[in-house]
């Protein structure tokens, strides 16, 4: 993020960033470049950049026969949550999404990974709503395979930005899980309240029954048709006191590499088309999110494009 030096920056206003880090003088990366005084700096020539993609300075010649042709393209971009947000379009469609959680002095935040996963973002976020897979696919963290009939949703609504979902699921309660959690029983349930943020982003808050809540937040950044840039991070109403962040790191990343072990199998060119998969009624918010979608696609005068399609 540039336009302003670090310590003149309003966290809360957008900030521009120059995404296009490729110059046009040998395709030079500016991502290699240094930030001099808010503006960007080419690693190559020293041509340096504003931040609106303007260039202002090239060493090799003066500053007014500059040519108006030397830019970068800029993107609107602004930090939150410890994350840099950007809108690739002219203007955003949305807003970022709001986490109370982050403004609460009596939660901790802990990050937990940022990395390409080989799948698509609407398998992930149709994953992280399915009440039916934690039992076969999470059988060695939390999923009880031998009762695999989770209980149905209690509550699936629409809203302006994705869908909001409740339900309460029955879970096993590893060791790992009793030291985090503070409870020695073998056996918990989850009450879960579970958001969906179109097109990629969803919050879910796990409440146990001791009280404490466990709020994680996973966003996917399309990189391919094929891979998502994935980040997740939690909120948590303990200490470290309490469990250690490190220990609760280990915990979720043990339930997401079960989760990749299975995603990354799946066809990343997920159809919107319902005829084209079939269903049980653990996919109804699944289902809800791909009519959403394909809604939202006729909105911005677009149509649905897979691989199929295509031919590819």
Same mark, same amino acid.
């Given at each position: 993020?540039?336009?302003?030096?670090?310590?003149?920056?309003?966290?809360?206003?957008?900030?521009?960033?120059l995404?296009?880090?490729?110059?046009v003088?040998?395709?030079a990366?500016?991502?290699?470049?240094?930030?001099?005084?808010? &503006?960007?700096?080419?690693?190559?020539?020293?041509?340096?950049f504003?931040?609106?993609g303007?260039?202002?300075?090239?060493?090799?010649?003066?500053?007014?026969?500059?040519?108006?042709t030397?830019?970068?393209?800029?993107?609107?971009?602004?930090?939150?949550?410890? @994350?840099?947000?950007?809108?690739?379009?002219?203007?955003?469609?949305?807003?970022?999404?709001?986490?109370?959680?982050?403004?609460?002095?009596?939660?901790?935040?802990?990050?937990?990974?940022?990395?390409?996963?080989?799948?698509?973002?609407?398998?992930?976020?149709?994953?992280?709503f399915?009440?039916?897979?934690?039992?076969?696919?999470?059988?060695?963290?939390?999923?009880?395979a031998?009762?695999?009939?989770?209980?149905?949703?209690?509550?699936?609504?629409?809203?302006?930005?994705?869908? #909001?979902?409740?339900?309460?699921?029955?879970?096993?309660?590893?060791?790992?899980?009793?030291k985090?959690?503070?409870m020695?029983?073998?056996?918990?349930? #989850?009450?879960?309240?579970?958001?969906?943020?179109?097109?990629? %982003?969803?919050?879910?808050?796990?409440?146990y029954p &001791?009280?404490?809540?466990?709020?994680?937040?996973?966003?996917?950044?399309?990189?391919?048709?094929?891979t998502?840039?994935?980040?997740?991070?939690?909120?948590?109403?303990?200490?470290?006191?309490d469990?250690?962040?490190s220990?609760?790191?280990?915990?979720?990343?043990?339930?997401?590499?079960?989760?990749?072990?299975?995603?990354?199998? %799946?066809? @990343?060119?997920?159809?919107?088309?319902?005829?084209?998969?079939?269903?049980?009624?653990t996919?109804?918010?699944?289902?809800?999110? #791909? #009519?959403?979608?394909?809604?939202?696609?006729?909105?911005?005068g677009?149509?649905?494009?897979?691989?199929?399609?295509?031919?590819?």
């Open positions: 993020i540039i336009g302003q030096n670090d310590d003149s920056i309003d966290r809360r206003q957008p900030q521009v960033c995404l296009h880090l490729t110059k003088l040998f395709f990366q500016l991502s290699k470049g240094k930030v001099i005084e808010g &503006n960007l700096s080419c690693p190559y020539h020293g041509w340096t504003n931040a609106s303007t260039c202002v300075k090239v060493p090799q010649i003066a500053a007014e026969i500059i040519p108006k030397y830019f970068v393209k800029a993107y609107h971009c602004t930090e939150r949550y410890g @994350y840099a947000w950007v809108c690739l379009a002219d203007e955003p469609i949305a807003n970022i999404p709001e986490f109370p959680e982050a403004g609460d002095p009596k939660l901790r935040c802990i990050p937990e990974f940022y990395e390409p996963w080989r799948c698509s973002g609407l398998r992930i976020m149709e994953n992280s399915d009440n039916a897979h934690p039992h076969f696919v999470h059988e060695n963290t939390f999923g009880d031998a009762n695999p009939i989770p209980p149905d949703y209690d509550v699936i609504e629409e809203t302006e930005t994705g869908i #909001r979902v409740k339900s309460v699921l029955p879970v096993l309660n590893s060791p790992l899980q009793q985090n959690l503070q020695a029983e073998t056996e918990t349930v #989850r009450i879960l309240e579970m958001t969906w943020y179109m097109p990629f %982003t969803r919050k879910l808050q796990i409440t &001791n009280g404490l809540i466990h709020t994680i937040i996973t966003s996917a950044t399309p990189i391919n048709d094929s998502s840039q994935v980040i997740q991070f939690c909120w948590r109403n303990d200490t470290e006191a469990a250690k962040a220990d609760i790191i280990a915990f979720d990343r043990a339930v997401t590499l079960e989760d990749i072990a299975v995603l990354e199998t %799946t066809d @990343y060119d997920t159809p919107l088309d319902l005829q084209q998969e079939q269903h049980m009624f996919d109804k918010p699944g289902i809800l999110m #791909r #009519r959403k979608l394909a809604a939202l696609l006729k909105t911005q677009e149509e649905e494009q897979t691989a199929r399609m295509l031919d590819l």
